[in-house]
């Protein structure tokens, strides 16, 4: 018997696309495989995605206020709409919940929800809730946004020669994760572990504004989600390690208790900075209006290639992973 | 401290509505408490609603094929499209699964999601899969539908007077929950717990040319579900218990087991037909109709009244309750 774990989230989701794909519509603009799904109603194109979080999985119960549960599962669904340019629109949240959790609590995760949902300036307009098996917290978060104009950025428009530009500074919430998990008192980090914010603006402006090629959120860790881009567009991407933005906050931490910088940086998830290919002629001028207008930053981190397939970093292969289901 | 299983899950969807209703958007015609939400785009009104399903509340993963997971988990998420009189057009799934699940069994479990989805006539177009903290499948089905010239039938239309009727016949389902864990060779009513049928085309016609003042589906038991639209109507209903449509195999099955049928057609949840109030002089002509256009046929069980808010069976207050989470 082949089990999932043998196989790995990657492989598992290439062959349900097999399995889906055979049916068409042609009211979807792009079925599958991209953080959005895009379907047409009327003359607006709709970006749908749904995102699944469960309890010591994606959130550790006792270590998040139940606030920032709410948030951060919300703002993750969100981050998919702001990867594409979107502008939030709905959505809808199924959870399953323990019998004994108390209903305090359950109303402090809501009230996340509602706050991540209210700062994207979108409403939450339905979905489902029923008895979890165990006594874990799983949520399922359904978002809908509609695309400006008809125009979205993909995974899959990235050319040979542009540059790969990343916003604010990774390996916070990866570093946050690590700062929660051994008790240190780094709320800087922890924040950035509880409450992640959704690049929406910066999305909206990078799509309508700045025309950039491709375009993808950092959910998975920079190596994985530039591999993504890498495959849907059939091109190479090097990575200069050096040019990667670090906070101070998290530099301090590595030091002080003798951490690798790396896997943060590489390789952690759930950062939702948003990871863009944009054509070299075009990036002094974009890079100077975002950093004008968006607190956060954009820098420059690599180039896009057609000299190999895949992710490498400062030329060569990487041998640090990102996160992937089920391994 | 309070628990959900003090309040129980009708408490806590109130609750949550009181949370979420702060927010307020123009294009969110009907927001919570119906079978759907509704949403304008463009000129065109779409229906809404997501349902999550977890291996041993909602499904027993030892005695259900894996198709047969996938069709009812799709299949019952689609019966919220059909209780409104919508059309499918998409859906998404999430899905939490343990790491040692052969992928083989995942593969099937798709493969009955596609063909409800493919029986409504829609397409599957994104999602999400995620590891499962403990060994339990959690499956989220978000569809969207439309509404046939911008109508839709919610819970709140009933008027006093108006015939309660509902499709098909009542109580396979969970009697098919039983005889499933107790062993018992059933097929007919195995399949009725496996394979609900949303009834999609009955709801449309139901909708466009019937005109009914009130529809709902029945999933959580008639007494729950007729509940719903007295509350949301602001009226009485009274179910005549003998008028209740039975099948053969149920009358067969509860007489050879001794068992009660009133639990499984006032109580039993799962059932998938349509629960629907129509004003009296419509109601022979919409019925023969009805009876010559679909197989499934449609029952006249009660009425509505002003003369007391909720539902009594034969005028008197029920015991018998319909499936409720967290109690």
Redesign the interface.
């Known amino acids: ?7 790995g ?1 990657l492989e ?2 290439k ?2 696309e097999l ?2 794909q ?4 042609k ?2 603009v792009l ?2 495989g991209d953080d ?2 895009v ?1 047409k ?4 194109f ?1 970006l ?11 959130f550790l119960s006792d270590k998040f206020p139940p606030t920032a549960i709410g948030w951060k599962v919300m703002a993750s669904a969100w981050s998919d709409i702001a990867s594409m340019g979107g502008e939030p ?2 959505a ?13 609590k ?2 402090r995760i ?2 996340g929800m ?1 706050e991540a ?2 700062f994207v300036n ?13 006594d ?1 917290i ?1 949520i ?1 978060v ?1 978002v ?1 946004g ?1 695309a400006i104009h008809k125009k979205y950025i993909t995974r899959s428009g990235a050319k040979p020669g542009d540059i790969l530009a990343v916003t604010g500074t990774l390996g916070n919430s990866s570093a946050g994760l690590v700062a929660l998990q051994k008790d240190l008192p780094e709320t800087f980090l922890w924040r950035s572990q509880w409450y992640p914010v959704p690049r929406i603006q910066e999305g909206k402006w990078l799509c309508t504004k700045a025309n950039v090629s491709a375009m993808i959120d950092i959910s998975d860790g920079l190596l994985t989600d530039a591999e993504h881009i890498a495959e849907m567009s059939g091109v190479g991407i090097n990575i200069h390690k050096q040019k990667i933005p670090i906070s101070e906050e998290l530099s301090i931490f590595c030091k002080e208790h003798n951490l690798s910088i790396d896997n943060f940086i590489l390789g952690g998830g759930e950062e939702y900075q948003l990871l863009v290919t944009v054509p070299q002629e075009k990036w002094k001028k974009i890079q100077n209006k975002f950093n004008k207008k968006f607190s956060c930053g954009i820098t420059e981190i690599g180039y896009v290639t057609k000299e190999w397939q895949g992710v490498r970093v400062d030329g060569v292969v990487p041998s640090i992973k990102g996160y992937e ?2 391994r």
Chains 1, 2 share one sequence.
């Not at 018997?1 to 196989?7: G, R």
């Open positions: 018997m082949i089990s999932l774990q043998d196989i989230e598992l989701i062959r349900v399995l889906v055979q049916a068409q519509d009211k979807v079925p599958l959005c799904a379907i109603v009327g003359n607006k709709l749908i995605s749904s995102d699944m979080s469960v309890e010591d999985v994606h629109r709905w809808l949240v199924s959870m399953a919940l323990p019998k004994r959790i108390s209903v305090q359950v109303e809501y009230e509602m949902t209210k979108a409403v939450i307009v339905g979905g489902d809730t029923t008895t979890s098996y165990d874990k799983v399922d359904t809908i509609e289901h089920f």
